[in-house]
């Protein structure tokens, strides 16, 4: 076995081909490559070392088990794409085949081996598909299920996605119990995604917790394979379908796939988020064709779609309504993040737009991500900008002036956004704002009675801050684009000390995971005397840790850290620091 062998394959006795940081044998398994030249504790000879043996036997058979969801919905995604004509085509394009890795060797967090129930508690996938839609007797979750969606809609949704607080008059969240209660797949995601938060992050600390994580990762295993099939038959369904069926229909699709790409984004560290992306992608672009205007208006399209889902009255919102509207802003936010990842033009790039002042977004951006809208559709563009860099310089015709007029061009719109931040931050501190919104009587009440945050609204100030570091680490992504990986450019490193000085003023964990990407930006081209602060903020995100977004940003700076003056400055860009683990991450 050559030295530079990983220690999996070593371990193992499989041929390693010696790729770091993870190895083509480990990565087509979808099991931990531990690399490296310090040789491992586990590898002892003894009871550690059978044991960690007898780990990576069982995370090939979890990685064959789920690979074998996964090519089913892939197979089912190929061929549901609307084309030009009306018609549905074979193919929605190239979809990746990296199989998900599980924990990396530097977790703390172990990965409890899974115990699989008799196979009479998986789904059959055949019989799921068994009879038409209407023969299928309804969806009726059962105590347990619903426990979990308490628990989700207390603990889990608002760490996840803490700046979404609708009005009580708009509905609250009450579109997502309802929505649960009526689909499969959406609720399985949903007790899968707490089943892993209960893993990974105690209730209580103690000796308990080990045993009862055990039992929830079971559970969450199990749940996954239920969510995986209920969504391959709802597609199923909806193709079969054919054109005319309700708008409602797609809307719960698409809420079922974002929620169960929130799932894959938390809990594995892979790329299979390339397969759900496009799907939902395509599912919403699909539902602006059929159900809004017909032209290529997407913003009117937009316009229409909202109109076919109205509300019943106050406090009474549309639960399609509120389920679109959510995971539209959330399918925005992801899109505009992947593509920074994947060096491509974001799709929904039009629905980034600032609304002409004085009228409200039709999405609300700040509410799925506490960052203003604009700083998104900058992103967007300098997205466009590195891709019609890369494709000019493969063509050989690249235009240095071309480039740095055009990034001139996004860098003037960042600095009159960010002087219209300076003053709403100005006016805003010069009131004297009262927190308990008198506007909203009922709202106050609860927050003086210090119930779930989730009842009262945060403060416009609250948001001016977490614009800053993304706004200052887009303006990092957009000089790396115009000028190279130059860290110690004075521009990147004034942006990157505001970033941090927004960052300081941040304390709250959940905060801290929804800024994943701008940190590990910032972070990537930190100074020496920088790094420990990046590392304290993410530090800060506690037992958030845990969670695969903030691992991957922490793991991703690290590696780049390690790189030194062995990087390229004339190559190496952002797109490069989020594939260094050897899969493209998604950091939302």
């Not at 058979?61 to 995604?77: L, P, T, W, Y």
């Not at 801290?512 to 590990?520: A, E, K, N, Q």
Request: proline letters at 5%; charged letters at 20%; one cysteine or more.
């Amino acid at each position: 076995m050559p030295q530079s062998a990983c220690w999996t394959c070593r371990l193992r006795h499989k041929k390693c081909d010696e790729s770091t940081p993870v190895c083509g044998t480990c990565a087509g398994l979808g099991i931990t490559c531990h690399s490296g030249k310090l040789k491992p504790t586990w590898m002892d000879g003894g009871h550690l070392q059978e044991a960690m043996a007898q780990q990576f036997k069982a995370e090939v058979k979890r990685g064959a088990r789920r690979r074998r969801g996964i090519d089913k919905i892939r197979n089912i995604v190929r061929g549901f794409e609307l084309t030009d004509d009306g018609t549905l085509s074979e193919d929605i394009g190239s979809t990746p085949n990296t199989p998900p890795i599980p924990y990396r060797a530097t977790d703390e967090v172990s990965n409890p081996s899974v115990h699989v129930n008799s196979a009479e508690q998986l789904i059959s996938i055949d019989s799921e598909f068994a009879g038409s839609k209407a023969s299928r007797a309804p969806f009726v979750p059962d105590v347990t299920d619903m426990g979990y969606l308490a628990t989700y809609m207390d603990y889990v949704f608002p760490i996840l996605f803490p700046f979404y607080r609708p009005s009580l008059l708009e509905g609250g969240r009450g579109w997502l119990p309802t929505i649960a209660r009526s689909s499969q797949s959406f609720l399985a995601s949903i007790v899968s995604l707490t089943s892993f938060f209960f893993s990974v992050i105690p209730v209580e600390s103690g000796p308990g917790h080990h045993g009862y994580s055990f039992k929830t990762w079971d559970e969450l295993h199990l749940q996954a394979q239920v969510a995986l099939t209920s969504i391959r038959r709802d597609m199923h369904d909806l193709q079969n379908d054919g054109l005319d069926n309700s708008l409602d229909a797609r809307v719960h699709l698409l809420g079922n796939i974002v929620q169960l790409l929130v799932f894959e984004r938390e809990t594995f560290a892979s790329d299979q988020w390339q397969i759900h992306l496009p799907a939902a992608l395509f599912l919403f672009e699909q539902i602006l064709q059929l159900h809004g205007r017909d032209d290529q208006d997407m913003d009117q399209n937009m316009t229409t779609v909202l109109d076919k889902l109205p509300c019943p009255g106050p406090c009474s919102l549309n639960k399609e309504r509120g389920a679109f509207l959510f995971y539209s802003a959330a399918l925005v936010v992801y899109d505009v993040v992947a593509s920074t990842s994947l060096g491509q033009v974001p799709r929904l790039l039009p629905l980034c737009l600032e609304p002409l002042a004085g009228e409200k977004p039709q999405l609300d951006l700040e509410g799925v991500s506490g960052c203003q809208g604009w700083v998104f559709s900058i992103i967007g563009q300098i997205c466009a900008l590195d891709e019609w860099k890369k494709r000019s310089a493969s063509g050989g015709n690249l235009s240095v002036v071309d480039l740095q007029d055009q990034a001139s061009l996004i860098d003037a719109r960042w600095k009159a956004c960010i002087f219209s931040l300076n003053n709403q931050e100005s006016a805003h501190n010069a009131e004297t704002m009262d927190t308990t919104q008198h506007s909203r009587p009922l709202e106050s009440i609860l927050l003086s009675s210090h119930c779930s945050f989730g009842f009262h609204p945060l403060r416009p100030d609250t948001y001016y801050s977490v614009t800053r570091v993304w706004a200052h680490a887009a303006r990092v992504f957009l000089l790396v684009v115009s000028l190279g990986w130059q860290p110690q450019n004075e521009e990147i490193r004034e942006c990157i000390s505001q970033a941090i000085a927004a960052l300081e003023r941040i304390t709250s964990p959940s905060w801290i995971r929804s800024l994943v990407w701008p940190i590990c930006v910032c972070g990537c081209l930190a100074t020496e005397e920088q790094r420990p602060i990046f590392r304290k903020i993410l530090d800060n995100s506690a037992a958030l840790k845990a969670l695969m977004s903030v691992r991957n940003a922490f793991d991703i700076m690290e590696r780049v850290w390690e790189q030194g003056d062995d990087i390229d400055a004339n190559t190496w860009d952002i797109t490069t620091c989020l594939s260094i683990l050897g899969y493209k991450t998604l950091l939302v």
